[in-house]
């Protein structure tokens, strides 16, 4: 049983790799990004009170449900069809909810304006990824913002979903994956979203405490593999990973500013890292690599070890149903 769920996982990011995401009409998340989006305008309830509570009661709903389903239906794929049944389920649902290639593709689509000498088409391209304004942003600052997304989702598309995996099973990752949805859709600060997303924010906040914390550590080892300046890395994370609204964004990307060299800035809210070289499209190359690095380190140093502990407890048996 642990061999099929360490395969799946396995299989799952390699698939991602290989494949990237199919079309938003055969994509889940895509089908439940649109479930959320008709039920939006339904919460809007007039008052601050009651919009926070129809809020909060729809995103614990929704999560729960899509975990229960998710979880229901591997017990059933073990059950009819055995561990290769789970595996192959397992590995399915864990592809759906990361993106590794997927913001492989969009950072070098950006990158490959630049390269033409297209800064328009960058800022365009940059604007599917990014919730800032991007039509007067100058190359320097559409590189910095491609940086910090690359490193941002990090967490936030690739090791989340991977550690609530090692921890829950698929329905773990699917159901991250349903917070992560819900804060990208409601999770905003303004008058029309700040009560109805209030606990989709927090929900995200709390599912990336730990996740963030530990990819920030592997991205510091990645910098030392790679060549990159990993005592900076360190140095920077200690300083500047406070200084991002989110308590959690801060870790991967000023591990990635430092590592980098650079400072990776959002004009009028945060400046991480210095400027000791320039942004260039390299240090994106390298950040796209540092990436894919931590991904394999997070998968080798923490999911199968916590995979394996958790088994030798008994607990996958428990989570399954099993004897």
């Given at each position: 049983?642990l ?6 996982l396995?299989?799952g ?12 009409r055969?994509h ?5 990004g649109?479930l959320?989006g ?7 309830a ?8 129809g ?5 614990i709903?929704?999560?729960a ?16 069809a055995?561990?290769?049944?789970l ?8 592809k759906v ?18 390269e033409?000498g297209?800064l328009p088409?960058?800022?365009q391209n ?6 800032r ?8 600052h559409?590189?910095?913002a491609?940086?910090e ?9 690739i ?12 329905a ?8 992560n ?8 600060k303004?008058?029309?979203?700040r009560d109805?997303g209030?606990m ?5 906040t709390?599912?990336?405490y ?8 592997l ?7 790679l060549?990159?300046?990993?005592k ?5 994370l200690?300083r500047d ?5 989110s308590p959690?964004?801060?870790?991967p ?9 650079i ?7 945060y400046s ?7 942004t260039?499209l ?6 796209i690599?540092?990436?894919k ?8 140093a ?7 502990v958790?088994?030798l407890?008994g ?9």
């Amino acid at each position: 049983m642990l061999l099929a769920l360490i395969a799946a996982l396995a299989g799952g990011l390699g698939l991602d790799v290989v494949a990237g995401d199919p079309p938003n009409r055969y994509h889940p998340v895509a089908w439940l990004g649109r479930l959320i989006g008709y039920f939006v305008p339904r919460l809007k309830a007039g008052s601050r009170a009651r919009e926070r509570a129809g809020g909060s009661a729809f995103a614990i709903l929704i999560v729960a449900l899509v975990g229960a389903g998710v979880h229901f239906a591997a017990m059933a794929s073990l059950y009819l069809a055995g561990a290769v049944a789970l595996a192959i389920f397992s590995a399915i649902i864990l592809k759906v909810t990361v993106a590794v290639r997927g913001m492989d593709r969009h950072a070098r689509a950006i990158m490959a304006c630049l390269e033409n000498g297209d800064l328009p088409g960058a800022r365009q391209n940059l604007s599917m990824i990014v919730r800032r304004p991007t039509e007067d942003l100058d190359e320097q600052h559409v590189l910095s913002a491609t940086i910090e997304c690359v490193s941002e989702s990090t967490v936030d598309g690739i090791t989340g979903p991977v550690f609530y995996y090692s921890l829950l099973g698929p329905a773990g990752a699917f159901a991250y994956r349903a917070i992560n949805t819900l804060d990208s859709m409601v999770g905003y600060k303004d008058d029309y979203y700040r009560d109805i997303g209030w606990m989709s924010a927090r929900l995200d906040t709390l599912a990336n405490y730990v996740p963030a914390r530990i990819t920030a550590f592997l991205m510091v080892v990645s910098a030392r593999m790679l060549g990159a300046d990993w005592k900076n890395s360190l140095g920077i994370l200690q300083r500047d990973h406070g200084k991002t609204f989110s308590p959690n964004a801060g870790y991967p990307m000023a591990t990635m500013a430092g590592a980098l060299r650079i400072r990776l800035e959002k004009i009028g809210h945060y400046s991480l890292g210095d400027s000791q070289e320039q942004t260039t499209l390299q240090k994106c190359r390298m950040a796209i690599s540092m990436m894919k690095l931590t991904t394999l380190l997070f998968f080798l140093a923490f999911s199968v070890p916590a995979m394996s502990v958790l088994y030798l407890a008994g607990w996958w048996r428990l989570l399954l149903g099993l004897p």
